[in-house]
């Protein structure tokens, strides 16, 4: 006898761990700091809010309650995504 997979394969994310600097945000078996510094969006924001997120793709996240939308390079890699531009 096999056994079949039911229902559809979801990938994984969540925030699993917070402070006054920033929060890890887990990703299929990763995780990734957000740091208040680099993503001041969050830094105002509630627990409920900033654990809020949906995935729109494998790579891209959306925040509705504070609307923002990011991919895992801009997480990775806040410096290639610069806040200002002078």
């Known amino acids: 006898m096999s056994s079949q997979m039911l229902g559809e ?3 994984l994310v969540e925030v699993t761990h917070m402070d006054i ?3 890890w945000l887990y990703v299929d078996g990763t995780e990734h700091y ?5 993503f001041p969006w969050f830094a ?3 627990v ?8 729109y793709r494998p790579h891209h996240f959306h925040w ?6 990011l991919t895992l390079d801009m997480i990775d890699h806040p410096d290639k995504y610069p806040l200002k531009y002078t």
Do not use: K, M, W, Y
Request: hydrophobic share 30%; charged share 30%; glycine share 4%.
């Open 9 to 11: 394969n979801t990938s």
């Open 21 to 23: 600097r920033g929060f």
């Open 34 to 38: 957000l740091p208040f510094d680099d």
């Open 44 to 46: 105002n924001a509630t």
């Open 48 to 55: 409920r809010q900033i654990c809020h997120i949906e995935r």
């Open 64 to 69: 509705p309650d504070i609307d923002v939308d």
